[in-house]
DNA sequence: GCCAACGTTGGC
DNA sequence: GCCAACGTTGGC
């Protein structure tokens, strides 16, 4: 089965892509997604080696894509943060035995050598179909094609070279 | 800070 | 199952 191409949002004073990179081992566990439709794609199309453009949302001029990080765990599997009343995720309808929400891991994978703000990919006319650029687009995992996503790395100053090992 | 777009909730 | 009200996302 080919890699999978997605688009992950993160606001950056939450959590951006240099606190990924500096995190343990690079990778960290995606918690706090509440929303179904990207539940189900964690859970249903995610394999461990897919890959995603980071991207930073909520950033004012900053806002658009910093680079890529890969799936790091072999499937989704129970965001503990439903379970813990403290918690900002906290969801008291959910049940251990029949959990709501899943999360995967992402591994920091490669930095783009410059920003690709939502702008430019607004302007591009190879990516007036991808999700992000849509108006009312607020889907915090989103699945990309690959021609988008090599187009996208490539307005990233990504080499051809850079790409291969992603299987782009 | 505004507000459009969208998802979710809950009454019926 | 409809849909109004409400809350959230996220660009600007």
Known sequence: MGKKYWLIKSEPDV???DDLENCENQT???DGIRNCQARNFMRDEMQQGDVAIFYHSNAGPEVGAVG???VASEKAY???????PKSNYHDAKSTKENPRWLMVDFKWAKAFKRLVTLKEMKGSPELTEMLVVQRGQRLSIQ???KAHFKAVC???GLAVKDLKEFGI
């Open 15 to 17: 959590f951006g892509f």
């Open 28 to 30: 960290e566990h995606w």
């Open 68 to 70: 890529l990080a890969t």
């Open 78 to 84: 129970p965001d503990p943060t439903q379970f813990d």
């Open 143 to 145: 699945p990309v094609e």
């Open 154 to 156: 490539k307005m990233g």
